[in-house]
């Protein structure tokens, strides 16, 4: 069965700093990856998705993210971050194949971004 | 563009009511998802369709939950007999499927049982 582990309910960092919200997976087959945030009392917002090719994918808002395929990782990062990030972030995978394409979402990571 | 619109945005209703919850997708996507996000946890899929069919309705928890797609665009999520554990927030989501089922999410409607 397809999971998603985000293992850090809250991450904290301060203004400026640079910021990892880590993900890891499980899947059968090769998976499709997804970020996505969630600002208070708003609908998810896609954020930057794996699908093939390089390891490292460029989303909105400088956000990357890295596929680990060895350590079945896929955690997002930011060189610097700002208060305006303070949000809920979600992981998420859909397996390679699966025509239906509902995705599998982990629990959240609430990141707080302090001035 | 419009984005996926969902209404009510909240419903409050009492224990053994029956609800409906409207989705509207972005136009011209033929794929439609329901998930349910209770707090403090990540969405759960519920059903998907593809055009007016539901592929894939393995997540809706009971024969209280129905969903339909008539005409292939709105789709309109259907509680029987309401619980209080049916409390949450229904999210629709819908995508194309030349962007490898990117999902872009309506904003929900929050469901409170009484």
């Known amino acids: 069965a397809q999971s998603v582990a985000q293992p850090e309910d809250q991450v904290n960092v301060a203004e400026g700093n640079p910021l990892t919200v880590k993900c890891t997976y499980s899947?059968?087959?090769?998976?499709?990856l997804f970020w996505y945030v969630q600002y208070p009392n708003r609908g998810l917002q896609f954020l930057l998705k794996?699908?093939?090719?390089?390891?490292l994918v460029k989303g909105s808002y400088g956000f990357e993210a890295e596929f680990n395929k060895s350590q079945t990782s896929f955690h997002l990062k930011k060189p610097s971050a700002l208060v305006s990030d303070s949000a809920l972030y979600f992981c998420a995978v859909r397996e390679v194949g699966n025509q239906g394409g509902k995705l599998i979402f982990g629990q959240g990571t609430e990141l707080s971004v302090k001035p | 563009g419009a984005g996926v619109s969902q209404t009510p945005s909240n419903k409050v209703t009492e224990k053994g009511k029956y609800v409906e919850l409207r989705c509207d997708p972005i136009s011209g996507h033929t794929a439609l998802y329901w998930y349910r996000q209770s707090l403090g946890q990540g969405p759960e899929f519920l059903i998907y369709f593809q055009g007016t069919g539901a592929a894939d309705d393995s997540g809706l928890p009971n024969d209280r939950f129905f969903a339909v797609r008539p005409e292939g665009s709105v789709s309109t999520l259907k509680i029987q007999r309401t619980e209080r554990g049916d409390s949450a927030v229904y999210l629709c989501?819908?995508?194309?499927?030349?962007?490898?089922?990117?999902?872009?999410f309506g904003p929900g409607t929050r469901l409170t049982v009484t």
């Open positions: 794996y699908i093939t090719g390089d390891n």
């Open positions: 989501a819908s995508s194309s499927p030349g962007t490898y089922y990117e999902q872009y």
């Open positions: 899947v059968s087959g090769n998976p499709y």
